[in-house]
């Protein structure tokens, strides 16, 4: 995959829409230095937008489906595979596009905040072991019976060494590697494929992920503090937490700064904000 090819193609599509202010293109392990990009060969592509004050979220929709038709030869180039998004559909706080071969984008529209986007998606990374722990992570409600939220969970459990300095248990994250791809064997990247876990996935969301997530939970919550608003990418829930703030703040510049790194911030804010 052409990283950067992919960026300036997610700006064009920003500008040629007109109606998104801020969008960045992370896959979560940028986090990790020892992650080749480069190799990846993703068939989902997230994209995550702040809209125009006053944009009506289904004008947005056709906007920036019209415009990832006109930029799907620059995904295509971008990702190695053939690209011709056809179809689109919009629901709530995101829009999913598929080509019919299995590869989709799927684009969300997060609410603005005073901090960048960069580092409200860096602060939404850190507290996901503790949205999981309160039950409130939508992936996490939805585990037993959507595949895709299952590959999510575990893929995100996966990034717990690099987000937060701790070591996954011996062979965890071997075992939750081949997890997340027999998730994503049969959706063919659509968002939303019903399809029960299985007894290996039980056992693994309860023998690993519950007790790092509770782990975590401890060292990043604290109920002294006032409670603060964490915003759930991809359910669109404003999900209130009493986080130790400085727990937070040293673990998300850290991300943020990873994502900064990886990023064309600089070559692309001139027309819009792509990371």
């Known amino acids: 995959m052409d990283r950067r090819r992919l960026l300036e193609t997610v700006a064009a599509v920003a500008a040629e829409a007109g109606c998104v202010d801020d969008v960045i293109a992370p896959f979560g392990f940028e986090v990790d230095s020892g992650f080749d990009i480069g190799r990846a060969s993703p068939q989902r592509v997230y994209l995550y937008a702040r809209l125009t004050q006053g944009t009506d979220a289904v004008a947005a929709d056709h906007r920036i489906a019209t415009a990832m038709r006109s930029q799907a030869g620059g995904l295509a180039l971008a990702l190695g595979t053939p690209t011709a998004y056809l179809s689109f559909r919009g629901r709530r706080n995101a829009l999913s596009l598929t080509n019919g071969t299995g590869h989709s984008v799927f684009v969300y529209y997060v609410p603005s905040t005073a901090e960048t986007l960069i580092d409200q998606y860096a602060r939404y990374l850190v507290l996901l072991p ?6 409130e ?29 701790i070591a996954l248990p011996s062979g965890a994250d071997a075992r939750l590697l081949d997890l997340a791809r027999a998730n994503g064997a049969h959706d063919h990247g659509r968002m939303r494929v019903m399809q029960e876990s299985t007894p290996e996935d039980e056992k693994a969301f309860h023998e690993i992920v519950l007790p790092l997530c509770a782990e975590l939970a401890r060292d990043l919550l604290d109920d002294a503090e006032p409670e603060t ?4 990418f991809h359910s669109g829930r404003a999900v209130s937490l009493r986080v130790d703030p400085v727990a937070l703040a040293s673990r998300a510049a850290r991300v943020a700064e990873a994502y900064r790194s990886a990023g064309l911030e600089s070559d692309t804010e001139e027309r819009s904000h792509v990371a």
């Open 130 to 135: 503790a949205a999981i722990a309160r039950g």
């Open 137 to 165: 992570l939508n992936e996490a409600v939805h585990f037993p019976t959507r595949s895709s939220c299952r590959r999510f969970v575990y893929q995100s459990v996966r990034m717990f060494p690099s987000v937060h300095g």
């Open 229 to 232: 608003v964490w915003h759930d």
